[in-house]
């Protein structure tokens, strides 16, 4: 599909309500280290859990590739973030091995992920089919921003280190029920709600649970072999890649 490179005032309001959403998240999760004298988990994690859904206004867009402006400059803005700008933000996400590096690389990738699937699929035309990335992004966003802390929780005492990364049972199957809630929020979203003709109807709904089935259970499996702090690369990319091929064989991606 032909592309218009063009930005009309609701493609400025939107990108703002979309900037201005991300940022309070970022606010929140310095407050709560700050003021409530919350651990640096805690604060990762809600924005681990929250930052991704300003992915949510890209039906809105009267262009849709605007979007990948926003996540591009949450890319550049964490990238820059051990300066004393955004020294703040920084420390609520930081874990202690970035403290070492001077860089926040679980934050910045994951960035770089929605960046790189949100530009794939609004640069070429196809943000009608976004509901896929969406889905992909929306299983690193709850599945993997869950497994972690129910993982230290109910399985410290059971895990297995696997290429550098400890692993639980629970921690897993964490990410896949979390990961399968948020799919299906993704694709009700994207293909149901947010289009004039949704490409989820009664009549296929079971494709639509099946799909993310199988992009709950792809990233589980890929988050449990990716290297240690890969998987917010890894984990959306193959799942996204899988589901959209699965989706293409259901028939609910045609080109």
Known sequence: ??????????????????????????TIGDVARRKMSLSPDISRKIVHLFAGAAIWTLPFFPHPWVASIVALLFVIMLGMANTERFGR????MA???????????????????????TAIFTFTGNAGIF????????????????????GMKYGANHTKVI???????????????????????????????????????????????????????VATLVELVSPKGTDNVTLPLISCVVMFLVAMQMGLIVF
């Open 89 to 92: 933000f920084f420390a609520a």
């Open 163 to 217: 290429f550098g990364s400890k692993r639980s049972l629970q921690g897993s199957l964490a990410l896949f029920v979390f990961g399968f809630i948020g799919a299906v929020i993704a694709f009700w979203w994207f293909g149901i709600f947010s289009l004039a003709t949704p490409i989820f109807t009664p009549a296929n709904y079971m494709n639509m649970i099946l799909l993310a089935f199988i992009g709950a259970l």
């Open 131 to 150: 509901f896929v990335a969406g889905a992909a992004i929306q299983i690193m966003m709850f599945g993997d921003g869950m497994s972690a802390p129910i």
């Open 95 to 117: 874990r202690p091995e970035d403290l070492e590096h001077g860089s926040v690389r679980g934050p910045f990738w994951y960035a770089v992920s929605i960046t790189i699937l």
């Open 1 to 26: 599909m032909q592309v218009e490179f063009a930005i009309v005032f609701e493609d400025i309001v939107v990108f703002f309500i979309a900037v201005i959403y991300a940022v309070v998240i970022l």
